[in-house]
């Protein structure tokens, strides 16, 4: 009993509290209370297309509408090969075909919320990456009218999980607010990175752990991410993010 006790005090302090912080903070904050009332216009965050000559690769996560806000988050792909007139973005949505190309402006506001950037690369490397980039989202298995579930995947960041997965060179992982993230495709509780560097264990997205270079240490409950990220110091809170370099 003493232990299942002190079970509930940790899961209590180091999940539920940040994520009932960050509710009530985003229930006074003022945000649009719907996508009709949402900007998502550019956030003037990249350059046009035509004033760079270098391919570019760009993850974006922007917290996401309602209340889901508050303890999740939306990821996309944008990329550019060399010389190109235009940016392509990739997202997964909830409605239609999922998968969807350039439904937004690369660098748009997401229900008004600014984008961060997860990773960019430039130059020759990214003109290396894109097509692995998108040979990985020609391979996303969930990408047919209906294949999208909000909770606990797979969703946008199932995605684009999955191509950081198949991309290992890109480096880095979702942050700790993008819930799906650690649902695997296809139903697989066990998953290791193309280049053995990360491992992932889960059970359909509701409980399960992360490690290696990339994800440092993780422990994910109900989608909700917390843990130690020793290469970029760092800890990883639910629903709040990254805190540290």
Do not use: C
């Amino acid at each position: 009993m003493k232990l299942l006790r002190n079970v509930l005090v940790l899961f209590l302090v180091i999940y539920l509290m940040p994520a009932l912080a960050s509710a009530g903070y985003w229930y006074i904050k003022d945000r649009p209370h719907s996508w009709r009332e949402a900007s998502w216009k550019s956030a003037g965050i990249l350059p046009a297309a035509k004033d760079t000559t270098q391919a570019t690769i760009h993850i974006f996560s922007a917290a996401t509408g309602g209340m889901k806000g508050a303890v999740a988050s939306h990821a996309w792909i944008v990329t550019k090969e060399a010389n190109a007139a235009s940016y392509n973005r990739y997202d997964k949505v909830g409605w239609g075909t999922p998968v969807r190309k350039n439904g937004y402006a690369p660098d748009a506001y997401w229900y008004s919320n600014t984008p961060r950037v997860v990773v960019s690369v430039s130059g020759g490397e990214a003109a290396r990456l894109i097509p692995k980039i998108e040979k990985a989202i020609a391979d996303y298995p969930y990408a047919t009218p209906g294949a999208y579930r909000i909770w606990p995947g797979p969703n946008s960041n199932t995605f684009v999980a999955h191509v950081l997965r198949s991309v290992p060179e890109l480096g880095v992982v979702l942050p700790p607010d993008a819930v799906g993230r650690d649902y695997l495709p296809e139903g697989k509780l066990f998953a290791l990175d193309s280049d053995g560097k990360d491992v992932h264990a889960t059970l359909y997205g509701l409980l399960g752990v992360s490690a290696g270079l990339r994800s440092g240490l993780e422990l994910h409950i109900m989608g909700l991410v917390a843990g130690v990220d020793l290469m970029r110091p760092a800890i990883k809170i639910p629903a709040i993010g990254r805190i540290g370099i």
